[in-house]
């Protein structure tokens, strides 16, 4: 979809029942990668094997991932559009609904407190109350931007930080099959050759003695502690990076940026270097 300076601007539209529901699913996946999180480095620290493979799994498939379906279904559901019009703002949602706000009805344009289940706006009405939907867009500064000087929240610190990260952190195909497929595909293969190696005096000694069923099995018990090791790690460093971020924002529009540009590579550095070469001492040691 193009947009132009009027729009329209891809948003969804939450009412207050719905945004609980999206902040409760976000809510549980964060609870859940903290706590496993915090168990992994308890491990590390402690140098024991306490967090065992399958059983994390399990949780994080449970708290994680069906939480994560069922917010991606949600947003599916209020997918809509926003159109600046010189007399207002039209709400357009994906089932034809429309609704108009005429900017003399709007008192004020509020980003969301905190960006759960992702950042948004509330528009406020002249009569006291909140518009019945409010509005989650990634990228916020166009929207308010062509509002003029309606738009007062443009210079929100909160804006300022949606709007950097929409910008530098954007994930394609190719970087989650990077990230989730190759580096610990070829991690695990590492160490899966090792061992096949060390336990049965080749690379195929196990496929020789006990067949395919044996030799794949034991690969999936070499990649899956390798795959959620670093996707723990990744997230505990993308945690500090928003944390970092969502402050500097607040120090000014230069500061959002350059200390998000920062973050993202330092991050790309941590995983794609870091993290390996620590896992691989960790389990070669």
């Not at 407190?113 to 990634?138: K, M, N, S, V, Y």
């Amino acid at each position: 979809m193009t947009v132009d300076a009027s729009g329209p601007f891809p948003v969804h539209a939450f009412t207050p029942r719905l945004r609980a529901v999206g902040a409760l699913l976000h809510a549980m996946v964060l609870g859940t990668l903290c706590y496993f999180t915090a168990l992994l480095f308890k491990d590390v620290l402690a140098g024991t094997q306490s967090l065992l493979p399958e059983p994390l799994a399990a949780g994080l498939a449970v708290g994680g991932v069906l939480p994560l379906i069922a917010l991606r279904l949600l947003r599916l559901g209020t997918r809509a559009t926003v159109t600046v019009r010189p007399e207002g703002l039209v709400l357009t949602q994906q089932g034809g609904a429309h609704f108009e706000i005429p900017f003399e009805a709007l008192e004020s344009i509020r980003p969301w407190r905190l960006p759960i289940p992702g950042p948004g706006l509330t528009l406020r009405l002249r009569t006291g109350r909140a518009f019945d939907h409010g509005l989650e867009i990634q990228a916020p500064m166009p929207l308010l931007a062509a509002m003029g000087t309606r738009g007062e929240a443009l210079n929100d610190p909160r804006v300022r930080y949606a709007q950097a990260r929409s910008e530098k952190w954007r994930r394609r195909w190719y970087d989650q099959g990077l990230k989730y497929g190759l580096v610990p595909g070829v991690l695990a293969g590492i160490f899966f050759r090792a061992h096949q190696y060390i336990s049965f005096g080749g690379p195929f000694g196990e496929l020789q003695m006990y067949g395919w069923t044996a030799y794949l099995m034991s690969f999936v018990r070499t990649w899956l502690p390798v795959f959620l090791a670093l996707l723990l790690f990744g997230c505990f460093w993308r945690a500090l990076a928003e944390a970092l971020c969502f402050s500097a924002a607040w120090l000014g529009p230069r500061w959002a940026r350059n200390v998000r540009i920062g973050a993202e590579w330092s991050c790309r550095a941590l995983y794609y270097v870091a993290l390996p070469v620590f896992l691989a001492v960790r389990l070669l040691g």
